[in-house]
């Protein structure tokens, strides 16, 4: 690989009218932006629908894409909604966060309008046929799974009667055919999101920007995934997992950090030669160009805390599948650009694993400065074959941190540096200056912004993911100086486009707009 660099920004936290990010005319701005600053990579977070706690990590499932993130102006540009609908959704109140309770119950009544109006539509028929048929082996389940559970009341899978919770066959065909409506929209919803994230993927292609994306390793227990496939679980006869997932207790926690997904039965996963995380691992590769694999140490061996304990403390390890599930994705889809997220607890099977996998592991220099020469997360410690972050979606902000580390870590960061510091400049610099291939920064560090822009409190559920980037924030000077120090530490990108030979243009608004609607027909197939 060589030098490059990219920006982190979830799609959640660009600015539009609608109160959330997503596929808009802010989305192709942000790209161009990306390109003039010289940037070969935009990083996002998982585009799953969420559920409970709006993490991305907690998805309804791991196939679909979020609805939010659907541009109400391109529909509108369609025929499928009016100003004045698209105007019945606006939350942006509030430019800076997102309102999602908000969003839930005003987006969904919205997307309906369009939902009807395409149902009319002929012409539109064969394709969406066509993208259902393709996507059909998580379609269907989804689809029926979401339209149940707004009959339910929106309650989790395990609380349904006991015939719609277990998938008798005969209650789920009078299922379909009772709330098919519903079905079908949310089939529409998937079409819709493929349609428009393809055109927005395309284009950043185009414009020389890779996407990279993020498959968390577990799925929500409250989810099609799990409703659809309880084998693929440690689940009991009657849907109760016989563990959950978390992380031990450490110097961060000293409950450690109850997820509560439910744990993999890997004896099942080697059984049918990874078949679902092969279509899982697919399904990414139809996404995006890069992959961060979340949690990577847990296919080593995994942190089991017993269902419905009240913590983490008493959990224990098991045994993963380690490099036989990766090789097996190998030789099923060739050769990936991954990336192994390697932090936490690092034993010797999990350096082994990673050191096999030839994956970039992460290095993130706020865990840097402990007063350790030795210290892995120094550049000077770094091999080549690594990603460098100055934060994640998980830390501060590199400004908030610094400003809360001790007295020691700031006089090692002097002594380290030379200097005295500006968090905002010199932990750019480090990283981008470091020997690691590819170096990706939050947007919130090059804007000098502080915690109130932070992402996630991991081990808290609520005022998280909320951060929006607000209009005009990521300004030209900004753009600008991006690239200078893109250029000074030679991460500029290749003279070519990634991936096609088009002409990069955008979808523009009104009927004239070319939105690469000759492209976005024939990619959604693959959804």
């Not at 596929?23 to 799953?48: M, N, R, T, Y």
């Not at 968090?423 to 170096?439: H, K, Y």
């Not at 955008?506 to 959604?524: C, F, I, T």
Request: charged share 30%; with cysteine; glycine share 8%.
């Amino acid at each position: 690989m060589r030098r490059t660099s990219g920006i982190l920004l979830p799609v959640s936290s660009l600015p539009t009218r609608y109160g959330i990010g997503g596929f808009s005319d802010e989305a192709f701005a942000f790209v161009d932006q990306l390109a003039k600053a010289g940037q070969s990579w935009w990083q996002v977070l998982p585009l799953g629908p969420t559920g409970y706690g709006d993490s991305p990590y907690q998805s309804f499932s791991t196939f679909a894409g979020n609805p939010y993130y659907i541009s109400l102006d391109r529909l509108k540009e369609e025929g499928l909604l009016t100003e004045e609908e698209c105007e019945e959704a606006d939350c942006g109140q509030n430019p800076e966060y997102v309102d999602y309770e908000k969003i839930y119950f005003t987006r969904f009544l919205v997307l309906k309008k369009a939902y009807r109006r395409f149902a009319d539509m002929e012409d539109q028929k064969p394709a969406f046929e066509q993208f259902c048929e393709k996507n059909s082996d998580w379609l269907t389940d989804y689809a029926l799974y979401m339209a149940i559970k707004n009959s339910q009341d929106g309650k989790a899978w395990s609380l349904w009667p006991e015939k719609l919770r277990d998938r008798d066959p005969e209650a789920l065909r009078q299922a379909a055919e009772d709330l098919k409506e519903e079905v079908d929209f949310y089939r529409f919803l998937q079409f819709a999101f493929a349609k428009q994230w393809n055109a927005l993927r395309t284009y950043a292609n185009q414009k020389g920007i890779g996407i990279i994306g993020d498959i968390p390793i577990y799925v929500a227990m409250d989810s099609a995934d799990c409703w659809a496939g309880r084998e693929l679980f440690q689940f009991d006869a009657d849907g109760r997992p016989s563990g959950v997932a978390g992380c031990p207790p450490d110097i961060f926690s000293a409950d450690g950090q109850l997820w509560g997904n439910p744990l993999y039965d890997w004896d099942y996963h080697r059984k049918t030669g990874y078949s679902w995380w092969i279509r899982r691992m697919r399904k990414c590769a139809d996404l995006y160009d890069m992959v961060r694999i979340d949690h990577f140490r847990g296919f080593a061996g995994y942190y089991s805390i017993p269902y419905g304990a009240k913590n983490a403390r008493n959990g224990h390890w098991e045994k993963g599948p380690g490099m036989d599930l990766f090789r097996a994705v190998r030789k099923a889809l060739g050769e990936q650009n991954y990336i192994a997220e390697d932090l936490g607890l690092l034993t010797d099977d999990v350096i082994e694993m990673v050191r096999e996998s030839g994956y970039p592991g992460m290095k993130v220099l706020e865990f840097a400065f402990d007063g350790d020469p030795d210290n892995a997360f120094l550049p000077h410690n770094y091999d080549h074959n690594c990603v460098v972050y100055t934060g994640t979606h998980d830390n501060e902000t590199v400004v908030g941190w610094y400003h809360r580390l001790g007295r020691k870590g700031k006089a090692f960061a002097r002594k380290y540096l030379g200097h005295r510091v500006d968090p905002q400049e010199d932990f750019v610099r480090l990283a981008m200056a470091s020997v690691a291939d590819l170096a990706v920064i939050p947007l919130q560090d090059y804007l000098g912004l502080g915690n109130e822009a932070r992402i996630n409190f991991p081990s808290t559920v609520g005022d998280n993911w909320k951060w929006r980037m607000l209009p005009g924030q990521l300004d030209t000077h900004t753009v600008e100086r991006i690239r200078e120090l893109t250029e000074l530490y030679s991460r500029m990108p290749e003279k070519k486009n990634r991936k096609s030979d088009g002409t990069g243009k955008k979808p523009a608004s009104g009927k004239a707009a070319a939105d690469l609607k000759d492209e976005e027909d024939k990619k959604v197939q693959i959804g």
